[in-house]
């Protein structure tokens, strides 16, 4: 048995020492993993473990290196500041402040000292034996969690707490907003739902808001994401071994060549490896960047996809902890999907020079160059057969009085649309019920998402881009353009505008000292998009053609096709492929990335614009008049 100098002694040693510094612990904070360091301590390591993710999301712990997720939303804290947001470790503060014996509490209440022996999770406090019997047997705190302090010192345990409001000190969730689908204290309701109309109490959620069904849909969802993001990274790591076996197939050709060449060409052969592997290991040492982000950004799904999957069941009657898992597990999911995710690679090419065999003067022997190809991946965007999938219609409906020319979705289940003749975009659900009405000073035409968290609008009359918040809707800028603009798309820091007799195309967002004309002899050049390859297309609905070019203005292809009349809106899904609505051939033309003919969709009439929600097979066609129809790309 141990002696009370021996638990003196464990104390000091086990519990008392911070694992990263090996010193007494100072301001010891907690991890979800349930280990503890001194908060400058895991600052240090949070910072140094987060310096090449974009954007971060956690970070390993620095014992167990187990994932640990970011506190908060994402990108609500910097990473300097998330040391501070987990919680102190009592117990362990306790000790760094006293001796090596530790008194119960109660005790000293009475003028009493015994030494303590365990700690009441739930209390804080640290009990002697007889304290602890006494806590048992007490109704109050009968159910506490009560552990030896040597067992839980430096496992200091945190359960996940869903029932509490991040924004608002930990206030109770009691509410759900319908309209957001978020769960609400009493000061989320007043300060950031004040204008919503639809809440109900978390216990009377319906199972068609949070249900089995719906619980099913997203874990699957949640599976797909995980999955495009593991072939990235394989993709990604395939890659990293390419590039050493170019280098082998450099050596080889560069050796078989200078073998008859005299001591001057070695020496630039010599030159030239080292210019390879310095290149290779740059090149390298972006995948291994980007594939670390790839993973952080993986771990952070599977951590959450794990910590609440136990939460959440297939009944009917769900509890409050499992809607709150639910509507936890759907944010990060669409947090998630919101961000960029490009998949990076790098190839390299080396051309052998004529004149090497004729001349010993050069100052190389090959060119040696590496080419990027970075686009981006819908990686929560299930893969259908585009040229059998089911096209499910999900909604139809008609907006009263608004000359629509383009929309957006800024959920699933919102569309924000420009309705022309009145001045202002119209914020509607799916099934067609108007939330908000947006004036703005100018009849608006072209509309599209810009790094998630803003909306572009084009006002052709007034030669202005006006770009609002994404979610309050508020004009946060308005910016000039020198002639009328109609369809805009961005991509990036990237922005192109149909201007009708041109094509504008901003390599610094909308910095107008940075714009180039392409296409200038065009015209009805009114919708525009952005490829994944960066490549600008256009419609030109007097010609019944659609143009694609380069970021050079090098002409790529032009399509053109019997059944397509007044090509008119357009977009571009997550893998590339265009869609092209036929204004007055009353179809929908899919068209591969080079230019073929996939599919021509029926069932529209006088389409004028079409937009997918971001990483889904889901879209929206408005046409004339008003109407709006939704539809899902579903595999047969």
Known sequence: MATANDEDSCLTTDVMLCSICLEQYKLPVSLPCSHSFCLTCLSKHIITSCV?????????????????????????????RWAKLFPENKLLALIATGTNSIYCKSCQEDDEESKASSWCMDCSEVLCDDCVKCHKKVRLTRNHVVVAITECSASFHQSLSLDKCETHGGRKLEIICKEHLLPCCSVCVTKEHDGCKTFCQLEDVDANTVGPHNVKNLQAEVETMC?????????????????????????????????????????????????TAKLIKESKSKLENSVQSLEHRLSYLQYWKEKLTKNVSNETILKTNEILSYIKMKHIYESMGNLDYPK???????????????????????KTTSREKSKQCAINQRIVDLKCAYVVNV?????????????????????LLTGYKNKRCVLCNTDGVVLQEIPLPGNPWGMCMHVGNEVLVTLPLS????????????????VHIDRRCFGISTSGNTAVIGARDSVLMFDNFLDKNICRPLATKTKYADDVALGGDGNIIFTNYSENVLNTFDKSGKMLFKYSHEELKSPYGLTVDGHGNIFVCGGTSNNIHIVSNDGKTLRILKGVQNPLCIKFLRGTNRFFVGEEDGRVKVFELQNS
């Open 52 to 80: 090449k993710c974009d954007p971060p999301l956690g970070f390993p712990c620095p014992l167990c290196r187990k994932f640990i997720p970011a506190p908060g939303k994402i990108n609500e804290h910097s990473v300097d």
């Open 227 to 275: 999955s495009n993001l593991e072939q990235i990274i394989t993709d990604e790591k395939t890659n990293m071994s390419c590039l050493d076996n170019a280098s082998d197939k450099f050596a080889k050709e560069l050796s078989g060549i200078t073998t008859s060449i005299i001591a001057t060409i070695k020496k630039l052969e010599e030159k030239h490896l080292d210019e």
């Open 344 to 366: 990076l690679e790098i190839s390299i090419q080396t051309e052998i020079l004529d004149s090497v065999q004729k001349l010993t003067s050069l100052s190389c022997l090959a």
């Open 395 to 415: 909604s139809e409906f008609t907006i009263k009085n608004c000359n629509l020319h383009d929309g957006e979705f800024l959920s699933r289940d919102k569309l």
């Open 463 to 478: 030669q202005k881009v006006v770009v609002l918040d994404a979610n309050s809707l508020e004009i946060k800028q308005s």
